[in-house]
């Protein structure tokens, strides 16, 4: 089937390419095969195919990218009285997204490696590309820098990053997520990437974020966030209770486990009293002009 | 620091048709013409039939230095206080004006035209989004360069004496009765009303009343006594008796609906004002009516218009009140999960509106009600939520650091929504928003769009209402304590109204456009004035 088709698409991609990236390439794919006759039809079966694509990779930024991706290729006049002129217009806007989406990453590090002062401390948490890709400028820019990465368990996410940025020059040292308290009086700044950016500006994000900002707030060091613009989604959370357990979890665990209670979520919520700048395509942010990006792009 | 759109301004509405009216009108209104304005009104009226094909933007500015000249040489501020967009045109009329003297009469006008001509082209590709002077204001500003004069509103206004004299003077004119003030007030309030429950304005009004329609006097009575209150109810009495009163209306002859029914309604908004200040979604419920009635085409029949009138008002009605509660509550019952412990304060029509939803959609929760004196309005919360069968907890305000640890969430209803992003509601919100941030509590705000205005207030002091002050009097036991509190010369009773709660203790505001946080109140008047 097409849905079974898209799900081979997506996983045999390329590691270094998001997975919310991945999943509208192989939406965009989806929309070229789509046989149906009427655009509501069109537009059901797309939706389908997020659901779907949701239930095998359960992170927030496939959930956002999915629904943006449909917005954005429906934001156009359909008025044409012919459907494939209609798909077509509609193929076009999912090219146009996903080149954007494509050079976001690329951007956000442009914005960010500029706040990375020679000689600076840098703590991040787990494996993020984003960040990576920011360090990344940062040491083609050359600046001398060290960077902690904590290890971030279950799935020891850190080490991999600890690996990724040995291949860059850059020293690292890997601590763990215990020692995060200890650690910070040490480093300048904190820099965390995200799953997913919510209403409110505060950010979804491996386990342990949370923790991390709190403590940068104690300290008074500057907390920052990079994330690309599709992985802002419409959630508002109020509390760590608040977020929804479709993303708490892996979707392997939604599907087989019974009693939530004894899992350990693999995201937390952190408020957006505790961030200072969020990067993004759109620009540098702070946590309240978020919502402002989000109305407009959500329109 | 406060800048405010009062409703009860006068409207500078470009009919040219009408404009001689008008200048008749000013005339008879006994404004003092001196020979060198009356000329001027001339060469205004010959320019104007020269300019006939343009838009309605130079009339409309001609109009305003008509206005703006006429009264400058008297009382500027007589000139409706806090007249927003002619306020950047009469900056500049009224500073040109105070030269005039020196210059001479064709240099004058000369002056004049370059600037209509200026504007015009400036106002050429705008679009005119009626003539009302709120909604205008957005297009004034970007032309004007000058310094903005922003007119407090004379609510708040009541130590100065030439803002009352001002009041008074106006009144006099519109045949609406002044209210006097009662009691000795706090100094730190001395610059608000304080009226006495027992004095209504409408025992000065004689029956039957030539200018006021009687179901206004009933309105105004109404508030004055406290028998309708609430945001919601006073504005949806106001829009009905509104109804009402378009209904009786008959046209004069040589008036058009258009421009007479909104001058009809400005002694009635006035009367209405000194019954009780008139609350942010009241003004903003008077701005739309007046818009929509000076839209009304000249070409249009009575009935008809009337009949338009009327259904506009109920459409408003039903969209900004009765669907969009329907929609905060499809919102809020979201956040509303199994097992929580709400608190809420007093009483809000869409709060317990919110929670009978919830109840009805099967959400286990119990609810802990928080009242305080002198009004107890959480007595009639309580009452409609255990008709309901909802489990609730009640308790006075002073138990609220006892209670709040049992606390899952705190929904609060607003009285308006500032564009600051704070939140002006009873007394006592903020108290409450400011101890379940102490105890880390979600706050949630939940507010219809058509609460939001265009004020900012950083402090509870600048702009609030001052209530009877008798009303702090307890009797118990048969003594009251404080009966005789006017005759001790250091004793001041102050019970207020509202309150201010900053943005940093509220975490979610609830609209019928979604769930946004505190800080994105101007986001969402932005995206109204484009839609508008």
């Not at chain 1, 797309?46 to 429906?74: C, K, P």
């Not at chain 1, 342990?208 to 992985?231: D, L």
């Amino acid at each position: 089937m097409i849905k079974d088709k898209t799900f081979e698409f997506k996983n045999g991609g390329d590691p270094d390419v998001a997975s919310a990236v991945a999943a509208i390439r192989s939406l965009l794919e989806f929309l070229r095969r789509d046989q149906s006759e009427t655009i509501l039809g069109l537009r059901e079966n797309m939706t389908q195919a997020i659901r779907r694509l949701e239930e095998t990779d359960s992170s927030v930024a496939v959930s956002s990218g999915g629904e943006l991706f449909l917005r954005f290729i429906s934001l156009t006049s359909l008025e044409h009285p012919d459907l494939s002129q209609c798909k077509n217009v509609m193929i076009e806007r999912g090219e146009l997204f996903l080149k954007k989406i494509s050079l976001s990453r690329g951007k956000v590090g442009k914005l960010c490696h500029t706040f990375i002062k020679d000689g600076a401390k840098i703590l991040t948490h787990s494996s993020s590309r984003v960040v990576l890709k920011v360090l990344e400028n940062a040491a083609a820019d050359n600046k001398r820098f060290t960077v902690y990465v904590t290890e971030s368990q279950p799935d020891s996410a850190g080490k991999r990053m600890a690996q990724k940025l040995r291949k860059l020059n850059i020293p690292v040292m890997v601590v763990l997520d215990a020692a995060v308290g200890y650690i910070m009086e040490k480093v300048d700044l904190v820099i965390v990437g995200a799953e997913g950016v919510v209403e409110s500006g505060g950010v979804i994000n491996k386990i342990g974020t949370y923790q991390m900002a709190v403590c940068s707030k104690a300290h008074n060091k500057p907390f920052y966030v990079v994330a690309e613009s599709f992985k802002f989604v419409r959630l508002y959370p109020l509390n760590q209770q608040d977020v929804p357990d479709r993303f708490k979890y892996t979707a392997d665990i939604l599907k087989t486990v019974k009693d939530l209670n004894q899992e350990h979520p693999m995201i937390d919520y952190t408020p957006p009293s505790l961030i200072t700048l969020l990067f993004t395509d759109l620009g540098v942010l702070t946590p309240s002009a978020v919502s402002d990006e989000l109305i407009k792009l959500y329109l | 620091n406060i800048t405010d759109s009062d409703p009860d301004g006068r409207l500078t509405v470009t009919d040219k048709d009408v404009k001689l009216q008008e200048i008749a009108l000013a005339k008879n209104e006994g404004k003092e013409l001196t020979k060198e304005e009356k000329q001027r009104l001339r060469k205004e009226k010959k320019q104007h039939k020269k300019n006939k094909k343009d838009d309605k933007g130079p009339p409309e500015k001609e109009k305003e230095k008509e206005k703006a000249s006429v009264p400058a040489p008297s009382k500027p501020a007589t000139q409706s206080p806090a007249h927003k967009a002619p306020a950047p045109v009469h900056a500049s009329e009224s500073a040109a004006a105070a030269e005039k003297p020196a210059k001479s009469k064709a240099e004058l006008r000369a002056e004049r035209r370059a600037r209509q001509d200026s504007e015009r082209t400036s106002k050429q590709g705008k679009k005119e989004g009626g003539q009302q002077s709120a909604s205008s204001k957005p297009k004034a500003t970007p032309n004007e360069l000058q310094p903005v004069v922003k007119r407090l509103p004379e609510h708040v206004q009541v130590d100065d004496p030439a803002a009352l004299k001002k009041l008074a003077k106006k009144l006099e004119r519109q045949q609406v009765p002044l209210r006097s003030d009662y009691g000795y007030k706090v100094s730190l309030f001395s610059h608000l009303h304080q009226y006495s429950r027992k004095s209504p304005p409408t025992l000065q009004i004689s029956i039957p009343a030539t200018v006021i329609h009687p179901s206004i006097v009933r309105l105004g009575l109404q508030y004055s006594q406290g028998i309708i209150a609430g945001s919601n109810a006073r504005s949806v009495a106001l829009l009905h008796t509104f109804k009402q009163v378009i209904q009786d209306y008959s046209t004069p002859p040589n008036e058009e609906l258009s421009r007479d029914l909104v001058n009809k309604l400005s002694p009635y908004i006035s009367f209405l004002s000194q019954c009780r200040p008139l609350s942010a979604s009241m003004g903003n419920a008077i701005k739309y009516i007046k818009k929509e009635i000076s839209n009304i085409p000249s070409q249009c029949k009575e009935e008809e218009a009337k009949g338009k009138l009327q259904a506009c008002i109920d459409s408003y009605i039903n969209e900004k009140i009765i669907l969009a509660s329907e929609a905060i509550s499809k919102y809020a019952i979201e956040k509303i999960s199994d097992g929580d412990v709400i608190l809420v304060y007093g009483c809000s029509s869409l709060v317990n509106h919110i929670l009978c939803k919830a109840f009805e959609k099967q959400r286990k929760f119990r609810v802990i009600v928080v009242d305080s004196r002198p009004r107890l309005e959480g007595r009639e919360a309580l009452r409609r939520l255990v008709k309901k069968g909802i489990r609730c907890t009640y308790v006075l305000i002073s138990a609220l650091s006892y209670i709040l640890p049992e606390v899952s969430k705190v929904f609060l209803g607003a009285h308006a929504l500032l564009a600051n992003g704070y939140v002006m509601s009873r007394v006592g919100t903020s108290q409450i928003a400011l101890v379940a941030k102490a105890y880390n509590v979600p706050v949630l705000v939940c507010c219809e769009t058509y609460k939001f205005c265009e004020r900012v207030q950083t402090d509870s002091f600048v702009s609030n209402e001052l209530d009877d002050p008798d009303d702090l009097i307890v009797t118990r036991n048969g003594k009251s304590h404080l009966e005789n509190w006017q005759t001790v010369k250091s004793l001041g009773l102050l019970n207020l109204v509202y309150d201010v709660t900053p943005p940093d203790f509220v975490d979610l505001v609830i609209t019928d456009l979604g769930m946004i946080p505190c800080t994105s109140v101007p986001v969402v008047l932005r995206v109204k004035n484009v839609d508008q």
